[in-house]
């Protein structure tokens, strides 16, 4: 509550007269006199102001000072206000509020003496101001010591934060260095054995046949490793802001033939077969590259964890754009599961054929939602599960990057 610069100060009176000569009395620049004429005026008075004092009146008509007194005294808002009483009658009348007397209460008599009354008021003033001060530093302190509790708050949540950051790069580091160093080995292994083959004069380990199936090795080991440096390029560049999107006229069904017919190797590996149903072409602005990469993952993804069963992809054009369903019959995602794949690093554990990041599905949904898309998946434990996207015919680069 705002603490007034000047002091209020209530005189009761039902004599004008009294009151001109009382405010005349105790007027001073940094006081605002309020003057009631009854008990009830000063009642909608005290409701309306905080008052440093009050000065009644005993002898009123209707409500006498004393009544006044009590009602005031049985108000949370003015049962603090210090009373000042004047009454014409003896001093005796000092003892006649006496069942009042929680708070501070004093008297004065009539005819009033000048000095007298102005150095009750400046006491009483006095305090009141000390009291103000006293509330205006409680709160200020009382400010502070919040503020200072947030500030510890947002510091300790930002540590929190740093630490969290850190195990997520260290986890990550070792992640990495543990993915690239399954190919390196493999291929280090075989680099070791041709050495050997050599040095024996083996020519037959190199026949074409061989030379065919070692290339072949060779290639898959070094493809897995330029595919964990590009997500980890993809995942920077996102963070930084600079993975850019660049639409151009494309036709999705053609892209989706050429991908399914590129993973089909590696789908046979897999022992499963991929199927495309994509009856009519569906062109709109997108960035070719990107989209391809997105259904790569989620190829990728279906084969791996589809059980050696059957992928569909489907292809449908919508109102606004397109619409691509990749389903497959494997083992499936919980609930639980499903909100966190989205995310960087996250992998369900379990199943050995489960090797990654856990950046694919984040930086699927990077790219898709760079185009203005959205990922969807639908799934339940053990019944496969379906990765829809809709992609909006051309793409929304509000954002420009992502
Ligand atoms: P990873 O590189 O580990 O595959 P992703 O981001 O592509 O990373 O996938 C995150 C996790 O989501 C995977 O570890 C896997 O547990 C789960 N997941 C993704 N696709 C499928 C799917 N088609 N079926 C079951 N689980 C899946």
Redesign the pocket.
């Known amino acids: 509550m705002p603490i007034p610069d000047s002091a209020n100060i209530l005189i009761v009176d039902d004599l004008p007269e009294n009151l001109i000569a009382l405010e005349a009395l105790i007027r001073r620049e940094d006081r605002t006199v309020h003057a009631a004429g009854s008990g009830d005026e000063a009642l909608s008075l005290l409701l309306e102001h905080e008052f440093a004092l009050a000065i009644l009146d005993v002898q009123m008509p209707g409500m006498n000072g004393f009544e006044l007194a009590e009602l005031m005294r049985s108000t949370e808002r003015t049962r603090g206000i210090p009373i000042v009483f004047v009454s014409a009658a003896g001093r005796e009348l000092n003892h006649a509020f006496k069942g009042y007397e929680a708070g501070a209460v004093d008297f004065l008599h009539k005819p009033l003496d000048g000095y007298a009354v102005r150095s009750k008021v400046a006491v009483f003033v006095e305090m009141y101001r000390q009291r103000s001060e006293m509330r205006r530093q409680m709160e200020a302190l009382e400010n502070s010591r919040r503020e200072q509790q947030s500030l510890l708050e947002k510091l300790n949540a930002t540590q929190m934060e740093l630490e969290r950051a850190v195990k997520m790069r260290d986890d990550f580091m070792s992640m990495v260095a543990h993915e690239l160093r399954t190919p390196l080995n493999t291929l280090f292994l075989e680099t070791q054995l041709r050495k050997m083959q050599l040095e024996r004069g083996n020519a037959a380990a190199f026949a074409p046949d061989e030379l065919r199936k070692m290339v072949g090795r060779d290639d898959r080991q070094i493809r897995n490793m330029v595919r964990l440096i590009d997500d980890m390029l993809d995942v920077s560049r996102m963070r930084s802001g600079t993975l850019s999107v660049r639409p151009v006229q494309t036709e999705l069904s053609a892209l989706l033939r050429r991908v399914v017919d590129d993973l089909s190797e590696q789908a046979s590996a897999a022992g499963s077969l991929i199927t495309l149903d994509a009856p009519q072409p569906v062109d709109g602005l997108w960035d070719e590259f990107r989209i391809e990469q997105v259904i790569v ?1 989620l190829l990728t ?2 084969l ?3 059980s050696g069963k059957p992928v569909e992809v489907s292809l449908r054009p919508t109102a606004d754009g397109a619409h691509i369903d990749v389903r ?1 019959q ?4 919980s609930a639980e ?1 499903q909100k966190r ?1 989205f995310r960087q690093f ?3 554990g379990g ?1 050995k054929s ?9 930086i ?1 949904r990077q790219l898709i939602e760079a185009h203005g898309g959205t990922i969807r998946v639908r ?1 339940e434990p053990g019944q ?2 379906v ?1 829809s996207l809709d992609l909006p015919r051309a793409a929304d680069l509000a954002n420009g990057t992502a």
């Not at 494997?330 to 995602?333: D, H, L, P, V, W």
């Open positions: 993952n993804n279906a791996r964890y589809g497959d494997g083992i499936g995602i599961d794949i996250e992998r369900v199943g489960a090797d990654g990041l856990g950046l694919g599905l984040y699927t799934s496969g599960a990765f």
